[in-house]
């Protein structure tokens, strides 16, 4: 199992900007890949970001150049520093990190983070 706690949801203003971690613990030795997605009211979850245990990352179109994803493997943590802030960025931003054991790729997610744009 895998356990994952999220931290740095905050009320911003517009322009603003905010870090977001996630620090994983548990079996975390076969984790692949960490993510960010977020969650709007009446929205499905969308992917923010991605980052694999080799530092590649993926983002989002509508998020690129506003928003980047880093990992501190010693801390087994990834962060999101998210620039230039709107409204529309408000979501519950969640953690996820993938983990494959055996020929099995399973999803864990943290329980979210509350992010809120607003002036």
């Known amino acids: 199992q895998v356990q994952l706690v999220e931290s740095g949801g905050d009320l911003v203003q517009p322009g603003g900007s905010l870090r977001l971690s996630c620090t994983a613990s548990g079996s975390i030795f076969s984790i692949c890949a960490m993510g960010w997605y977020r969650q709007a009211p009446g929205k499905q979850r969308e992917l923010v970001a991605t980052?694999?245990?080799?530092?590649?990352?993926n983002y989002s179109d509508s998020k690129k150049g506003r928003f980047t994803i880093s990992r501190d493997n010693a801390k087994n943590t990834v962060y999101l520093q998210m620039n230039s802030l709107k409204p529309e960025d408000t979501a519950v931003y969640y953690c996820?990190?993938?983990?494959?054991?055996?020929?099995?790729?399973?999803?864990?997610w943290g329980q979210g983070t509350q992010v809120t744009v607003s002036s």
């Open positions: 980052i694999t245990s080799g530092g590649r990352t």
């Open positions: 996820n990190a993938q983990r494959l054991t055996g020929a099995t790729l399973k999803d864990y």
